[in-house]
């Protein structure tokens, strides 16, 4: 089993922090996304999302997108720390939480940095197809941001995690989109003291700081 990766870009790094919670080793292949080796035939052809991470395991299946990476880690190592949740309703509300925290945390991130960092000229949307940059959007994620800020934080203020009371991906997923916000020079506002608490507490755990 081999997992592609590229650990100092933030959607490779939610998984090397849920594999290191749940304590499991896998062969790393570098994608250096600098090179866009991502977008090169032979990735294309294991992984036509052309995005890391991707897991190819032994017998040739590939399987990229977070969520189906650590569905698979979760069903094939039950024996270690559930991190999707234990009882059918913490499974959904991880679900629920996590998709929050990608869709207007992570996504609102990347739609301020991928639609004005000079690097990203026609690379505004990952995968195989180009798409121009739109100041429009840019400016649009910066509006979603501080709603992402805002929201969560509520949400922690009755929860010691972001799903309940145990750490998920749901927290592995707002805690890169806080650290993501450093590349536009956002940060949690003041005002947000319960989302501040829980990210300096969480920033301490040891998966955490092996993938900083
Ligand atoms: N929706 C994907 C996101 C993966 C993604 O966006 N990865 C970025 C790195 S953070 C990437 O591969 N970018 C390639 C590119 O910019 O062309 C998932 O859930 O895995």
Known sequence: MKLYDFPS????RRVNIFLAEKGIEVERV?????????LQAKYMAKNPACDVPMLELDDGTCISQIRGITHYFEAAYP??????????????????WEHLA??????AVAEVFRNSAKGFTDRAVVGPHNYPQSAELAERGALRLPNFF??????LANNEYVAGDAFSL????ALVTCDFAKWIKAQIPEDC???RAWYARVSERP??????
Do not use: W, Y
């Open 207 to 212: 998966s955490v700081k092996a993938n900083p």
């Open 30 to 38: 570098a994608v250096d996304l600098m090179k866009q080796e991502q």
């Open 193 to 195: 003291q319960h989302l």
């Open 9 to 12: 870009a933030p959607n490779p």
């Open 150 to 155: 805002t929201d969560f934080d509520q949400q």
């Open 79 to 96: 024996e270690t720390p559930l991190l999707l949740g234990r009882s059918p309703a913490e499974k959904g509300l991880v679900e629920m």
């Open 170 to 173: 749901a927290d592995i997923t």
């Open 102 to 107: 990608f869709m207007n945390g992570l996504l």
